[in-house]
T-cell receptor, first 115, second 111 residues
Framework: DSGVTQTPKHLITATGQRVTLRCSPRSGDLSVYWYQQSLDQGLQFLIQYYNGEERAKGNILERFSAQQFPDLHSELNLSSLELGDSALYFC??????????????FGPGTRLTVL | GESVGLHLPTLSVQEGDNSIINCAYS??????FIWYKQESGKGPQFIID?????DKRQGQRVTVLLNKTVKHLSLQIAATQPGDSAVYFCAEKATGNQFYFGTGTSLTVIP
């Protein structure tokens, strides 16, 4: 168990809808990272927050947004969903401001299915 | 763009045998590589890493080999156990701290 929790575990929704994925980092970790993993692609880094502030942006679509709250949990909002958004979404946390994924602990993921 | 690929999508091995999982990368400037294990229903778990100034690095029952000439990375698991069944994928660090992840090889250990 990495200490990172994500809810929900599974999410099924329709095209055009909006969903929110939630992540609680390991106790004491200030950094939260979001990744997307689809069947035909490896992990894709989406965005990083550190202590409530956005720190790095990857391949995140404009339809997607995230935030980190004062209690350090984070939410990833996906809107105007398309079939191609179906994927596993992982959250990872770290106690560092900057660093590689080798220093990150991954949650179990949320499987999103868009019908 | 970057290309991190795996030679075989699936691999089956007998329990007790050694496993070798391969990964090809395309950016000769990549200077750091990571292997991950991802079990069903779980997030990726760091296994071992290697910097480009090394050819080989050993961990507990795992060895990573790096061949920069042909841009190839391999993960060797000794005495494979049923608990090793998972998807294994590699990642490379290119310029600017950008990481690129492969799609993975599914390893099945036959008891």
């Amino acid at each position: 168990d990495s200490g990172v929790t994500q809810t929900p575990k599974h999410l099924i929704t329709a095209t055009g809808q909006r969903v929110t994925l939630r992540c609680s980092p390991r106790s004491g970790d200030l950094s939260v990272y979001w990744y997307q993993q689809s069947l035909d692609q490896g992990l894709q880094f989406l965005i990083q927050y550190y202590n409530g502030e956005e720190r790095a942006k990857g391949n995140i679509l404009e339809r997607f947004s995230a935030q980190q709250f004062p209690d350090l949990h984070s939410e990833l909002n996906l809107s105007s969903l398309e079939l191609g958004d179906s994927a596993l979404y992982f959250c990872a946390s770290s106690d560092r401001l900057a660093g590689g994924p080798n220093e990150q602990f991954f949650g179990p993921g949320t499987r999103l299915t868009v019908l | 763009g970057e290309s991190v690929g795996l030679h075989l999508p699936t691999l089956s091995v007998q329990e007790g045998d050694n496993s070798i999982i391969n990964c090809a990368y395309s950016n000769s400037a990549s200077d750091y590589f990571i292997w991950y294990k991802q079990e069903s229903g779980k997030g990726p778990q760091f296994i071992i890493d290697i910097r480009s100034n090394m050819d080989k690095r050993q961990g507990q029952r795992v060895t990573v080999l790096l061949n920069k000439t042909v841009k190839h990375l391999s993960l060797q698991i000794a005495a494979t156990q049923p608990g090793d069944s998972a998807v294994y994928f590699c990642a490379e660090k290119a310029t600017g701290n950008q990481f690129y992840f492969g799609t993975g090889t599914s390893l099945t250990v036959i008891p």
